[in-house]
C-alpha cells in the first residue's frame, strides 16, 4: 500500500503531461486568416474578374474548399501522428 501512495503523483504527472502533448485540436491564427482572405482576394481579382461577380464568387468558394481538404489532411496527419506516439510506434 505505502508503495502505491508514493508511485500515485508520479502517475498523475505523468498523466497530465501526456494530456497536455494529445491536444488534437489546431488552433488558427487570426493573423493567418486574414491575410488568406487578402490573398484569395487578390487571386480571385486578377483570375476571375471583379468582386460581385459569378466568377469571382466561385473562385472563392473553389480557394476555400482547397483550403478545408488540407486542413483536414493535416489534422488527419497529426491525429494518426499523435496516436502512434501514443501507442508506443
Known sequence: MPSIVRCLPLVVLAGLTVSGCAQLERKT???ATASAAQDDDAYCRKEAGEPGSSPYAECLK????????H???IE??????SEQMLNGR
Open 62 to 69: 473553389v480557394r476555400d474548399e482547397k483550403r478545408a481538404v
Open 29 to 31: 491564427d487570426p493573423a
Open 76 to 81: 488527419r496527419t497529426h491525429r494518426h501522428l
Open 71 to 73: 486542413a483536414t489532411r
